[in-house]
């Protein structure tokens, strides 16, 4: 069981990684999603291990989660990008000193 | 009365007369006017304003005549009275009703008081009189004597209030007057500066006086004289020495004692007529009436006594000292003030046995120098305001009024039988001479110097050759008389100079106050009076001889001498009175505030803004982290994941 | 065991891939890889019902979202790799790799034991199991998540919307400015000419032949032409053409497809 823990620490880190270095909006959202899909399989693997339920009713509800966090990021990347012409997530850095 | 005097408590040598006065009935219910008029006259010509230009004068000046009237006809009224009977209070309102604490606006009219208001009521109508020839060709003297109205009120709040609050009422009036009108040509600024002066000095004798009366609230809960005189047997003796030396710092302030005595020369800048009541004859007396009134814990006090006495002998030989150098008539008449309140206040601390003649040579000064004063002020305004000395000279033709009442005077002051103040002066130095040797003696070297600086003032200004109207002086003087109206308060003032001792025939002033400071035993003094006497007259005969062939004998210089003695260049500086303040208060004190103001920006200040440029400098530095990236943000959040992970395991 | 090894290189690969291709649509689909493989696992964890799931949503309608706003935004937009800010890159490495160092160190400390299963939980069947608890036990949170949903659907729509400035242009309108354009400035009146029609080429970036044989630009959409998309045709290609059949179709007046293309129509009376 703890491969699968392992595997989910190893992909949540490289979407994390992704995060950070990826500039592309909608890449970096991508990564999101895989930090997201990470923390699912521990969870599932675990609900695995325990002989219960609970883990997966959890990620079940991280995938509604991600849903509704998906529809509002990709809104708020197309209205910058509506307005700004770039999908880059350096360029939206105003919010500063 | 008579069973109250059994109440009385003994107390060393003496009883002390407890204060236990009957209402007021008849003509004394007609007490609270003889404040309430002047306080009128006041309010009506400083609320009229110019309407009242034409006829403030005179309003100012009835005012005081009328209350001088109603004194007149109530100390003719107490004179009818039993000698028992002779305290009187009225009950205005009540003033001050706090928790245990009444304080009523309450009036106490007793011998004391009756000759104070006597003396106030009388000599000031007459400077009243005085100032209406004196100020006639000032603009603003309806102003004027709104403020003599004021001072008048006040002064007599003072002397008739039955508690020391009300006292410190009068205390305070009479301290805002003096500084009104040593200011009153406020367009000058040593007049500005010299009221600001009176001002401040006066301020830390009042903290005396209000730490007095909060330590007699503390201790016997009241402040009324018929309570504290009552109670004071019940006090320690600490707590009454303390209270007698803090009232004695009150004294100090307002009679211009050493060493709150700076003021006093300064006050001068005030006009004449002001200079004459207040700063001679009234106000500054008024520290020998609070400690003749506060006769009940001085009594019982022997240590704040005996510090009076010291005050008050120290005074007088400085005051006379200073007089002695002074070139302006004034300052010089100012420096006899000083000496003689010096003399006023050691009658006062010498105790019981002499309270009586404290006041009697008060009464007697009030006529004399008030009489001296009004006499400098027509010398001044037949000089065109010049004050020194050094211009004067040979004036006796020109002025043959204003010399002969001045003369009377001066007579009375130096103490030549048989003016008034010989027999007052006489008797405080027996007195002393009784007390204590020491003290004795150097009251009759005052007798001579006093001789020696008033032939001086005399001579200089009235004998000697004329030094005004040369050309070399550029000065073009025409010497004149005064009109009427100067000249009669002068005649009637030398009259009183010279008539004053009759006071003490048949002893009637020591019998007529003993009521209220007590009746002392008599002690034989370690010499014969008569012998006394002589000495006395020898000494001060001493001092005029001395002025003569110093003064008289010898041409007088139009500029003083710049060459002169330690003893003349200290006299000419007040025995540097400032200098002494200057050094000891007033430098130490702004160190201190500076030393303050500095450690308030540095550290105070320093902690404020140094915090705030620590945190702005911080910020500075942070704020560089917050670059607007996203992406740096979320490796701070990745980080500090990492962080907590690393925790676990490592707390696992 | 087996699906395990199999998937999880793949799909470290697949995602690792992410992080370094350049075009989103590419990284689009390394991630559809990633989570079909991941559905698969979780089938072999015993989890059915998240495994439709997981394809259903989010294979297909969450990924499909995404490509579907990457052709919004322009599939070509690719992503440039040199880093901006200073030092980004590195750290965000150095932290991850010590993240999943200390992770893994973590977890290889632990000893979960044998796993129990899922047999007696899933023994009504998995659907009913998870019914059974997210109408119970998380009935409310359950409740939540559909208020989120709603929100979530409603912030989008919000965020899209766009407040109109202008009132509405209507027909007549548009009419009447056609006229008054062509009365002013002599523009063309009617609709555009349609792109060409040929029979090798017919699509959008083909323009038209007008019919002395030259191009028609304005038959071609605009934005093509400003990419530079724009493919030529003309009457090269009909030489081209001519070449590949060896027949010249103006050398038979009497064809047999006459009038069949439009363009052959308007090159006959030129």
């Known amino acids: 069981m703890t491969e699968y823990i392992v595997l989910s620490a190893i992909l949540f880190t490289i979407g994390s990684i992704g995060v950070l270095t990826r500039r592309n909006a909608i890449v970096v959202f991508m990564c999101v999603e895989l930090m997201l899909n990470a923390c699912n399989l521990a969870f599932i693997a675990f609900a695995r291990q325990h002989g219960n339920l609970d883990g997966q009713i959890a990620a079940f509800f991280v995938m509604v989660v991600a849903a509704a966090e998906v529809v509002v990021g990709l809104a708020i990347i197309m209205t910058i990008f509506r307005t700004r012409r770039s999908a880059s997530v350096d360029d939206v850095s105003l919010l500063k000193f | 009365m008579n069973a109250l005097t059994a109440l009385t408590l003994k107390a060393s040598e003496t009883t002390i007369p407890v204060v236990a006065p009957t209402d007021a009935d008849g003509p004394f219910t007609l007490l609270w006017l003889i404040i309430a008029l002047p306080l009128l006259g006041a309010a009506v ?139 009153f040509w406020q367009h000058k600024p040593s007049a500005a500066a010299a009221a600001k002066k009176a001002f401040v000095i006066n301020r830390v004798g009042d903290m005396g006086l209000g730490l007095a009366i909060f330590l007699m609230i503390v201790t016997f809960g009241t402040t009324s004289f018929s309570g504290i005189s009552a109670l004071s047997g019940g006090a320690t003796e600490t707590t009454l020495n303390w209270v007698g030396v803090l009232l004695l710092v009150g004294a100090c302030g307002k009679s211009a004692q050493v060493p709150l005595q700076a003021w006093l020369l300064d006050a001068m800048e005030g006009p004449t007529p002001v200079s004459a009541l207040i700063h001679a004859a009234t106000m500054v007396t008024a520290g020998v009436y609070l400690i003749t009134r506060s006769n009940f814990v001085f009594e019982l006090a022997p240590a704040a006594q005996t510090a009076v006495i010291i005050v008050a002998t120290v005074t007088l030989l400085w005051g006379a000292i200073i007089g002695c150098a002074k070139d302006d008539i004034k300052k010089g008449l100012a420096g006899s003030t000083m000496s003689q309140i010096g003399y006023m206040m050691l009658g006062a601390g010498l105790g019981v046995a002499g309270y009586a003649f404290a006041i009697f040579h008060l ?170 006497t002589l000495i006395t007259v020898a000494v001060v005969a001493a001092g005029v001889a001395l002025a003569w062939f110093l003064v008289g004998k010898q041409e007088v210089p139009r500029v003083a001498p710049a060459d002169v003695s330690i003893a003349t260049k200290a006299a000419r500086a007040d025995l540097y009175g400032d200098a002494i303040n200057e050094g000891l208060v007033v430098t130490p004190g702004r160190a201190t505030v500076r030393s303050l103001t500095a450690g308030d920006r540095s550290i105070v200040d320093g902690l404020f803004t140094g915090g705030t440029t620590v945190l702005a400098g911080t910020g500075e530095l942070l704020r560089r982290l917050q670059n607007g990236y996203v992406r740096s943000y979320a490796l701070g959040i990745l980080g500090g994941a990492l962080l907590l992970v690393l925790t676990l395991v490592v707390v696992n | 065991m087996t699906a395990f090894w199999i998937l999880a290189p793949i799909m470290v690969v697949a995602a ?49 979202l995404f490509l579907f706003v990457l052709m919004l935004v322009g599939v070509d937009a690719s992503d440039s790799l040199v880093e901006t800010i200073k030092g980004q890159r590195a750290l965000a490495w150095l932290v991850g790799l010590a993240f999943v160092v200390v992770m893994v160190v973590g977890l290889s400390q632990l000893t979960l034991g044998t796993a129990t299963g899922l047999e007696e939980a899933n023994a009504g069947g998995n659907v009913q199991a998870l019914a059974d608890l997210l109408f119970s036990r998380y009935v409310f949170i359950f409740e939540a998540a559909s208020a989120l949903l709603i929100t979530a659907a409603v912030g989008a729509m919000v965020l899209t919307h766009r407040e109109r400035l202008t009132p509405r242009r209507t027909q007549p309108v548009l009419a009447a400015e056609r006229i008054r354009a062509y009365g002013e400035t002599g523009a063309h009146l009617g609709p555009l000419p349609p792109p060409g029609v040929y029979a090798r080429h017919n699509a959008v970036d083909t323009p038209a032949l007008l019919p002395d044989g030259s191009p028609a630009a304005a038959s071609v959409s605009r934005v093509l032409a400003a990419r530079g998309t724009m493919r030529s045709a003309g009457l090269t290609d009909i030489e081209a053409i001519k070449e590949q059949l060896g027949v010249d179709p103006t050398a038979k007046p009497d064809a047999k497809q006459p009038g069949s293309e439009a363009t052959d129509g308007k090159e006959d009376p030129a």
């Not at chain 2, 002969?404 to 030549?416: D, E, K, N």
Request: hydrophobic share 55%; charged share 15%; proline share 4%.
């Open chain 2, 45 to 183: 010509l400083l609320l009229g304003g110019r309407y009242t230009d034409k006829w403030g004068h005179l309003l100012g000046t009835a005012t005081s005549a009328m209350s001088f009237v109603i004194s007149l006809v109530l100390f003719v009224s107490l004179l009818g009275r039993d000698e028992g009977e002779r305290q009187i209070s009225q009950h205005l309102y009540d003033w001050i009703d706090a928790g245990g604490l009444h304080i009523g606006l309450d009036l106490l009219y007793d011998p004391l008081s009756a000759l104070f208001l006597l003396l106030i009521t009388g000599v000031g109508s007459l400077i009243h009189v005085y100032s209406i020839g004196y100020m006639a060709h000032d603009p603003r003297r309806r102003r004027f004597f709104a403020y003599l109205n004021l001072f008048v009120a006040a002064m007599l709040m003072l002397i008739l209030s039955e508690n020391y609050v009300g006292l410190f009422l009068g205390w305070e009036g009479v301290g805002l007057a003096s500084y009104l009108l040593i200011g």
């Open chain 2, 363 to 532: 009464l007697t000064h009030g006529f004399f120098k008030a009489n001296m004063f009004l006499g400098a002020g027509s010398v001044m305004h037949a000089m065109d305001d010049d004050v020194d000395m050094r211009h004067y000279g040979a004036l006796n033709k020109m002025l043959p009024v204003t010399f002969l009442t001045f003369a009377m005077g001066y007579l009375a002051i130096i103490g030549v039988p048989p003016f008034a103040g010989f027999w007052s002066k006489d008797k405080i130095i027996e007195t002393a001479l009784v007390e204590s040797p020491i003290v004795g003696i150097c009251a009759l070297l005052g007798a001579g110097i006093t001789g020696f600086y008033m032939t001086r003032m005399m001579l200089m200004t009235f004998f000697t050759d004329k030094r005004w109207g040369s050309t070399d002086s550029g000065g073009d003087v025409h010497p004149h008389e005064s009109p009427k109206v100067m000249t009669i308060p002068l005649i009637v003032l030398a009259a009183l100079s010279v008539l004053g001792g009759l006071m003490l025939a048949g002893n009637w002033i020591v019998d007529w106050l003993s009521p209220v400071v007590g009746h002392a035993e008599h002690h034989e003094p370690p010499l014969p009076v008569i012998v006394i």
């Open chain 3, 16 to 64: 690792l891939g992410l992080l370094f291709v350049r075009k989103a649509v590419h990284a689009a689909l390394l991630l559809a890889v990633v989570m079909i493989s991941l559905a698969v696992l979780y089938a072999v964890l015993e989890a059915p019902f998240l495994f439709a799931v997981q394809i259903i949503v989010y294979t297909g309608a969450i990924l499909m």
